[in-house]
């Protein structure tokens, strides 16, 4: 199997990932996955579609991560090894669509409007 590249967005943080045969080894930004998300909750993000298709131990996966914070980063790291997944086995698609793996999140932070203090928030009315 050759290397696979994959992409996965989410917020404004970046997932760039090369999937190939291995140990189970997940390398981010040159720092292992327990080092880089020391919460379980965001381990266990990462890994959900390597255990739904009981593949954690088959795929060496090296990460390049880039904007955002801890969830969105673990997020669009969830929809780039889905998507590599995808590529290797078409047919775990509606496996790991029907989980809810394969949409890409589409809410963005709402730019600040001049004139108002926030971006829906607005300064106080006065009549007088």
Do not use: H
């Not at 996966?61 to 801890?70: A, E, S």
């Not at 889905?82 to 989980?99: G, H, V």
């Not at 394969?102 to 203090?117: A, F, L, N, S």
């Amino acid at each position: 199997m050759e290397v696979i590249n994959s992409l996965g967005r989410r917020k404004t943080a970046v997932a760039r990932i090369y999937v190939s045969e291995g140990k189970g080894n997940i390398t981010i930004n040159k720092r292992e996955l327990k080092e880089y998300f020391p919460s379980e909750i965001l381990q266990f993000i990462v890994l959900q579609p390597l255990n739904l298709l009981q593949v954690s131990e088959k795929y060496d996966i090296k990460v390049n991560l880039d904007g955002g914070g801890p969830k969105g980063q673990a997020e669009a790291l969830r929809l780039a090894i889905t998507r590599a997944l995808m590529e290797i086995d078409p047919e775990s698609r509606p496996q790991l669509k029907a989980a809810g793996f394969v949409t890409r999140d589409p809410r963005e932070v709402e730019r600040k409007k001049p004139g108002q203090p926030k971006a829906r928030k607005r300064f106080q009315f006065s009549k007088r």
